[in-house]
């Protein structure tokens, strides 16, 4: 999995051991700086217990980008031939010289037999040690950090791995990882939530400019001030009804407390989309999510509200949208908990979660989801729509590789996945940027790239406008209206090579005029967005009044309903779902399919960020879909 990561970022020379009770110790992971809103408060007792868990390697892994590519790409004679979940599962299983070789360097250390802990699917081994214990073993020291809101957490600044050990694991935890978790609303010190993917405030939710006065014509002349189905639908001539819907899945992914109100549903259908008054999603929940109402206001039911109206709304309501909620009102949940619940074997693939970021359950707080980690329990749909995002530094490159593979493995099992690219142009959620030494501020110089966007097995959809004054039939631009369009290069990701032509032609004919130290000038790292949509002035029903919406938020479920639509035409016909759609989209075979925007940028980082510009560009990527050419283009695919 390791080489899914940029040369950029990694710079482990890892290696086998002939003898490996004499190899030396390597650093393996180090965290830069300490998570916004904790501090530290001092050192772990020396006789306290830790419970460490080590996340072993997986076979294959390495070759899991050219696996993708024969069933993605359209040049492939093996395209669409997607593969089962029991294959990819056989296929990625850890080897047992990776067991044996972590067992045995534990015993060498001086655990007892029986206190080494292989996980039934052989892909954790746990064992408690005291801190002592574990500070020789790792060679680091371990301290307790505080939050603002009083929550305690483990973690060490550094850690380090016996040469022969290191490609044998993918992580230890507990160690460097502080809190990505979804978590429920907690207000810290100063009343505000504390930040987190999900919550209310968030920098990778939809932003507002709040209600508006006045009416809406029932025509197409005011779209560059109101975004309607109708406009959406005459902009990417996405006229589609639905013949195959009972073969077909469409999903969007929300996070608790983020919920939809079906008061606020039958809002939008009784003034755009009749035909779904009184319908509902159809919800599967994952560890203990539902619909909650406890908290209302656009924090918490816009982005469930907006994804739900248009994502619903777009597929008639003929085709069934699944509503996938993830994580109780406690706990929260992670995007892990999702991919557990999607695809069993994820829930050990690596090592399986990071129980010091991800949600474990049952909940071990009062209150909170008594029942089992949801496991494999959901069905993937066809195409999943996420709206949610971290900045890329906010993780380790080793959690995003782990996460990013299995991406890879629903795109195998031919799954669509896609993701926004974030709303703050070159810079991070909430507009933070980089700092030389790591840390994210607001007065930061240094681009931010959004995760996961920068995943190569991901589609990253960024967001256009209707330009005031426009109409929908002359060309959109870049969104430069309350939100920019993310986008930029991974400092984590290297580039993958179905993106390399389109990626040096804008390298080659626009290079970005800035120092070389402010971004990912290395012209090897993934780049994004892929594509984009729509993302300003969306009329949504929120909390009983109609709300002018904006984001990425919006350009992501509008883009799944088409590629939604788009796998409808094929399984009426007898072929398969279009899977990871990248490799075909980046391919010559389908040059010009999407409508090629030219003209804004993406400022962010006290720049003017990047330009969107003929070809592909990290604004607006390939551009927008035009619905009918590529319907027709991927219906000519076997």
């Not at 574990?134 to 060679?139: F, H, T």
């Amino acid at each position: 999995m390791r080489s899914l990561l940029s040369f950029v970022v990694l710079s482990l020379a890892l290696c086998s051991a002939a003898e490996p009770t004499v190899s030396p110790y390597v650093q393996y992971e180090k965290r830069v700086r300490t998570p916004e809103g904790w501090s530290l408060k001092g050192r772990h007792p020396p006789d306290a217990i830790v419970p460490l868990r080590f996340a072993l390697s997986q076979r294959n892994i390495n070759a899991i980008g050219e696996y993708l590519m024969e069933v993605s790409h359209p040049k492939s004679k093996n395209y669409g031939k997607h593969w089962s979940a029991g294959q990819v599962l056989e296929r990625f299983a850890p080897s047992g010289e990776t067991i044996e070789v972590v067992r045995a360097w534990l015993l060498e250390n001086g655990f007892e037999s029986n206190s080494v802990k292989v996980t039934p699917n052989k892909g954790w081994i746990e064992v408690s040690a005291t801190t002592e214990e574990a500070e020789r073993l790792l060679q680091t020291e371990y301290n307790i950090y505080s939050h603002t809101t009083g929550k305690e957490h483990l973690a060490c600044d550094s850690y380090h791995l016996p040469l022969h050990i290191a490609p044998h694991l993918d992580f230890v935890t507990p160690t460097v990882h502080f809190d990505s978790r979804l978590t429920r609303r907690s207000e810290s010190s100063d009343g505000q939530p504390a930040r987190a993917v999900g919550q209310p405030g968030s920098g990778s939710s939809p932003k507002t400019t709040g209600s508006f006065a006045g009416s809406i014509a029932n025509d197409l002349s005011t779209c560059d001030q109101f975004i309607t189905l109708d406009c959406l639908r005459a902009l990417y001539a996405f006229y589609y009804s639905p013949v195959a819907a009972s073969k077909n899945s469409y999903g969007i992914v929300e996070y608790t407390p983020q919920a939809y109100l079906q008061s606020d549903l039958d809002m939008f259908a009784t003034n755009f989309s009749r035909s779904l008054y009184g319908k509902a999603p159809y919800m599967i929940s994952i560890d203990g999510g539902y619909a909650q109402t406890q908290y209302q206001g656009f924090g918490y039911n816009g982005e469930s509200d907006l994804d739900l109206q248009y994502g619903m709304s777009l597929v008639t309501a003929a085709q069934e949208v699944t509503l996938y909620q993830v994580g109780d009102m406690v706990e929260g949940a992670s995007f892990n908990n999702f991919l557990d619940a999607i695809d069993g074997s994820y829930c050990t693939f690596e090592g399986g979660d990071d129980p010091t970021q991800d949600g474990i359950y049952p909940d071990p707080y009062g209150g909170g989801y008594k029942g089992p980690e949801a496991c494999g329990t959901a069905k993937p749909t066809y195409v999943i729509s996420t709206s949610y995002s971290y900045n890329e530094a906010d993780l380790t490159p080793f959690y995003t590789a782990r996460q990013c593979a299995e991406y890879a493995k629903l795109g195998l099992m031919g799954i669509t996945v896609l993701y926004s690219s974030g709303d703050y142009g070159v810079a991070g959620n909430g507009g933070l940027c980089l700092n030389p030494n790591g840390t994210q501020t607001l007065g930061g110089k240094i681009f931010n790239p959004s995760f996961p966007s920068t995943c190569p097995y991901i589609t990253s959809v960024g967001a256009t406008m209707v330009p005031p004054g426009s109409t929908i039939y002359e060309p959109e631009t870049a969104c430069e209206e309350i939100i920019y369009s993310g986008g930029g290069f991974s400092n984590y990701f290297a580039m993958p090579e179905y993106q390399k032509e389109a990626v040096d032609h804008y390298l080659q004919n626009y290079y970005p005029d800035y120092p070389p130290d402010i971004w990912n000038s290395t012209g090897v790292s993934r780049a994004h967005p892929d594509i984009s949509a729509n993302g300003a002035n969306y009329v949504v029903a929120v909390d009983g009044q109609f709300l002018l919406v904006y984001g990425t938020s919006c350009s992501t479920p509008v883009s799944g309903a088409m590629f939604t639509m788009i796998n409808d035409a094929r399984l009426a016909v007898g072929k398969s779902p279009i899977g990871f759609i990248n490799p075909t989209i980046y391919s010559t075979r389908f040059a010009g399919l999407f409508n090629d925007i030219t003209v804004g940028n993406n400022p962010g980082c006290g720049t003017t960020g990047f330009n969107a510009t003929y070809g592909w560009d990290p604004v607006t990527g390939l551009g927008t879909p035009n619905f009918p050419k590529l319907l027709a283009a991927w219906l000519e695919l076997p």
